[in-house]
């Protein structure tokens, strides 16, 4: 059910704007991201709404794979962007069912 980690090397330079250049390369199309907020334990899980060089919006998903609103973070204050952590991969395992569920009761 939950997908393996898959593993994708990206050349980013270590230049202050690292982060923009992440969303750039466009890698986490459709794929649920972490986002860690100032070396902290402040850890968001969700996908990309919008950026630009300055701020991130994700549409959050919590940890039973529902989407729990949006939130916007400066990209200064990112220290770390993964895509494929495992509780990122349940989330999204979780929230690709939720939604598959929601489109077949509509159909119905």
Not at 22 to 48: A, K, P, W
Not at 61 to 84: A, R
């Amino acid at each position: 059910m939950i997908a393996e980690q898959t593993l994708k090397s990206i050349d980013i330079t270590t230049e202050e704007n690292w982060q923009y250049e992440f969303l750039q390369s466009g890698c986490y199309h459709g794929r649920l991201i972490t986002v860690e907020i100032n070396n902290s334990d402040s850890i968001s899980y969700g996908f990309v709404l919008d950026y630009d060089d300055t701020t991130l919006q994700l549409t959050s998903v919590d940890k039973m794979g529902e989407e729990d609103g949006t939130q916007s973070f400066l990209l200064t204050d990112i220290t770390s962007i993964t895509i494929d952590r495992i509780e990122g991969r349940k989330r999204e395992a979780l929230h690709g069912l939720r939604k598959k569920g929601k489109s077949q009761r509509k159909q119905q």
